[in-house]
């Protein structure tokens, strides 16, 4: 119940193409799903998050999607860069019910070639 | 405008040693969150407080970790008579209060037990 499910684990993109990340998730009272950046050695950055009362949302090049009925939800880099080689996580949590602690799912490496 | 602070960056502990891991919150935050990364792994949580209270620590082990955030002064995370199980990188998030609110990461303690 408490599961998020990424994939897929590792991704090679060209450089200026689309790179797309999944989520899936079971809980259906998760209301609050962020995603974060994570440069080796560093800690988890937040770079975009959404709610289910919408079904995308859009920050530069970072786009959230969101299907509540299907469960899933993901992550679309457009125009990719090398700068943007990083592992990416997705989580949900359930701020109205729980204490606002993230589950995490377990990460993709994006790697983006010159 | 200093982030959220961790130290020590890294950590090595022999078996048997205690291990006092650091967090200091984003100024203005008064709730902090840990979590803990294993190699390849997504960050899972371990405990929730606020100033002076443990609200949340159903993701701890009930054995050798404790953990806690005095009215003055950083949050301090415990880990009793270590084992090399507990080689990991420990993360804290701070929030400015519960609810739906970013939580901003440091950048972590890696944990080495030799």
């Known amino acids: 119940q408490q599961q998020v499910k990424q994939s897929p684990q590792s991704l090679i993109v060209q450089k200026g193409g689309i790179s797309i990340i999944n989520c899936a998730y079971e809980n259906t009272a998760f209301d609050y799903f962020p995603w974060y950046q994570q440069f080796p050695g560093k800690g988890p950055a937040l770079l975009i998050a959404?709610?289910?009362?919408?079904s995308e949302k859009k920050e530069g090049r970072f786009t959230i999607s969101f299907n509540k009925s299907a469960k899933q939800f993901s992550l679309h880099i457009m125009d990719s860069q090398p700068g943007d080689s990083a592992t990416y996580f997705c989580a949900a949590t359930n701020y109205g019910g729980s204490q606002g602690n993230l589950i995490f799912g377990k990460g993709t490496k994006l790697s983006v070639k010159p | 405008n200093a982030g959220v602070m961790q130290n020590p960056r890294h950590l090595v502990r022999r078996r048997g040693q205690e291990a006092r891991l650091r967090c200091s919150p984003m100024k203005g935050h008064s709730h902090v969150y840990w979590y803990r990364q294993l190699p390849e792994e997504g960050l899972k949580f371990m405990v929730y407080?606020?100033?002076?209270?443990?609200?949340?620590e159903s993701g701890m082990p009930k054995e050798r970790f404790s953990a806690e955030f005095p009215k003055e002064g950083p949050s301090i995370l415990r880990i009793q008579q270590v084992v090399r199980g507990d080689s990991a990188a420990y993360f804290c998030?701070?929030?400015?209060?519960?609810?739906?609110?970013?939580?901003?990461f440091g950048p972590g303690t890696r944990l080495t037990v030799t």
């Open positions: 998030a701070s929030s400015p209060a519960r609810g739906p609110y970013e939580q901003y």
């Open positions: 959404i709610r289910p009362d919408v």
């Open positions: 407080l606020q100033k002076e209270n443990i609200i949340d």
